[in-house]
């Protein structure tokens, strides 16, 4: 049983658009979420993240959205650049001992 | 940031031999490390919670004679797969929780690339 859900496994942009990545949770205990990049062949690379506390968390081009009621929160990158191409993952953690559960990723590819 | 070292980053072993992987926290201490696998084109999948001083807590499914996890100090865990088969061949990734902070902020290593032929 997944806990945390990315439904699209790839979104393809313009280069200046906006970027909306999507992730769906089950689990109410959940109360810190947190989006990664990832690169091939590379570990992941913390984004930004938000506490239950919040609905929004914003840090330059990168702005999470939380929203609790629905167990859905979203990466919006704007403007996107042909650098963000990469493989995103959300995370979400409420777990003893700090564990995060990842959702399967949407790869982001960003034309220029 | 803090910085999670891991090495090797890529390695090749014959199949029945033993791979041991590192992971450091370089500039943070932590308690808990945690072990990762990617197979291609899929999400990361946690393997085993490693605290240090204490055994590995390990997910349903891992062998845990296989992945031989120890936590020794505050800024080393090491994965060690023994016995290495070829379906064990993938990306193992690690992640470092930093202590004493607020949230959970976990930190990733680089990911070692295992080929077992």
């Known amino acids: 049983d997944q806990q945390v859900k990315q439904n699209s496994p790839s979104l393809s942009v313009q280069e200046g658009r906006i970027s909306i990545l999507n992730c769906d949770y089950t689990?109410?205990?959940?109360?810190?979420f947190l989006w990664y990049k990832k690169y091939p062949a590379e570990g992941p690379t913390f984004l930004i993240s938000?506490?239950?506390?919040?609905d929004k968390n914003e840090d330059g081009r990168f702005t999470v959205f939380l929203n609790k009621s629905a167990k859905h929160l979203s990466l919006h990158i704007v403007p996107s650049q042909p650098g963000d191409s990469a493989v995103y993952f959300c995370?979400?953690?409420?777990?003893?001992?700090?564990?995060?559960?990842f959702g399967g990723g949407t790869r982001l590819m960003v034309k220029p | 940031g803090a910085v999670v070292s891991q090495h090797p980053s890529r390695v090749i072993c014959k199949s029945g031999t033993s791979v041991k992987i590192e992971c450091r926290s370089l500039?943070?201490?932590?308690?808990?490390m945690f072990w990762y696998r990617q197979f291609p084109k899929q999400s990361l999948m946690l393997m085993a919670t490693?605290?240090?001083?204490?055994?590995?807590?390990?997910e349903q499914g891992v062998e845990k004679d296989k992945f031989l996890i120890n936590h020794a100090s505050l800024t080393l865990s090491t994965l060690t797969v023994t016995s290495a088969h070829p379906e064990d061949s993938s990306f193992y990734i690690c992640?470092?929780?930093?202590?004493?902070?607020?949230?959970?902020?976990?930190?990733f290593g680089q990911g070692t690339r295992l080929t077992v032929v």
């Open positions: 992640s470092a929780v930093a202590s004493g902070r607020g949230w959970p902020e976990a930190f």
């Open positions: 689990n109410s205990m959940f109360d810190y």
């Open positions: 938000i506490s239950s506390i919040k």
């Open positions: 995370a979400a953690s409420g777990n003893a001992g700090n564990m995060l559960t």
């Open positions: 500039d943070f201490q932590a308690t808990t």
């Open positions: 490693s605290n240090e001083g204490s055994k590995a807590t390990y």
